[in-house]
């Protein structure tokens, strides 16, 4: 009788346990029901692309190949085609410089701006939703724009440096194959400051203005506040805002099909516009892959060594 008093007793303590218990894992599998439809949405637009991607770059894959629905295992043969081309030299050291020199324009001047526009003045609010347009307008139109701006005869670029007798001959910014990369990095600089004012000027608004008072007290005001409390406080934003810039700038290809089309004499060429002509104009689906994928390895080689490299600054 004792037993089963002691037994009832344990039962009823121990009841309450498996309710909770119950109670978890039916929330734990509410809230993977709740994750199926992000992760279905993940895995169809983005791991099946990329990984069809990866094994496109190791076959024979043409138009042929959509009729006998065959593409004959190659190897590595696409790579080594893409890497010897004459082309691949030139396409690299343009996706380089384009990358660079884009991420500096677009940092500096959009840092600039976030920092004037932290000041309260009148129409504030108003001019920093104008400076998102540039942002909003799609590309192709952007480029298109941007085209006729620069043309070399009737371009407004030139009529206005040529009344000014600024210059005397008419410069081909999109012909000529000294200016041409330079003239679709300072479109690309335009395109990408609205992005990098709006979330750095974010990341300035986070920062209390206690601090700046107590560092004005201590003398430290202009540069030395910006080097010792705007900076070191904005860092995290910055790497977010360089890292996500870097993988949308390396793969460009809007703005330079819009002004140049990779030309000319290949000065615009770059890896992403390369990639392109060989899947969808010389319809070589497999090296066009394979350049894709050498582009997926450079941005993520980047990332990481980006990021470890600023938390191992962070944290010295």
Not at 35 to 47: D, I, K, R, S, T
Not at 90 to 97: D, F, G, I, Q
Not at 231 to 259: A, C, E, F, M, N
Request: glycine letters at 8%.
């Amino acid at each position: 009788m004792a037993d089963a008093v002691r037994r009832t007793v344990r039962a009823m303590d121990s009841a309450p346990v498996v309710g909770r218990l119950g109670k978890r894992s039916r929330r734990r599998q509410s809230h993977l029901l709740f994750l199926l439809p992000a992760l279905a949405y993940m895995v169809a637009f983005f791991g099946y692309p990329v990984v069809k991607n990866v094994v496109m770059g190791f076959q024979h894959y043409t138009t042929t190949t959509f009729y006998t629905g065959q593409a004959p295992w190659v190897g590595f043969a696409n790579y080594r085609a893409v890497v010897s081309s004459a082309v691949f030299d030139k396409a690299l050291l343009n996706t380089v410089l384009f990358t660079v020199g884009s991420i500096a324009g677009q940092f500096l001047i959009g840092l600039a701006i976030a920092l004037f526009f932290r000041r309260r003045f009148p129409l504030n609010g108003v001019m920093r939703s104008l400076l998102l347009l540039p942002w909003l307008v799609p590309l192709i139109v952007s480029s298109a724009v941007w085209r006729w701006i620069l043309d070399q005869d009737n371009g407004v670029l030139n009529r206005f440096l040529g009344d000014l007798h600024l210059v005397q001959d008419r410069p081909g910014w999109l012909t000529s194959t000294s200016l041409a990369l330079f003239a679709v990095i300072v479109v690309n600089i335009w395109i990408g400051i609205p992005f990098n004012v709006a979330i750095l000027y974010g990341g300035l608004q986070d920062i209390p203005e206690e601090l700046y008072e107590a560092a004005a007290l201590d003398g430290a005001t202009g540069w030395r506040a910006f080097r010792h409390v705007t900076w070191p406080l904005l860092r995290p934003v910055v790497s977010v805002v360089l890292v996500l810039g870097v993988v949308y700038t390396v793969k460009v290809l809007d703005v330079i099909l819009g002004l140049t089309n990779g030309g000319p004499a290949n000065a615009t060429q770059t890896i992403a516009s390369q990639s392109y002509q060989l899947s969808f104009q010389q319809f070589d689906f497999g090296q066009g892959a394979a350049l894709g994928n050498i582009l997926i390895v450079i941005s993520l080689v980047f990332a990481v060594l980006y990021l470890r490299a600023n938390r191992r600054a962070v944290e010295q």
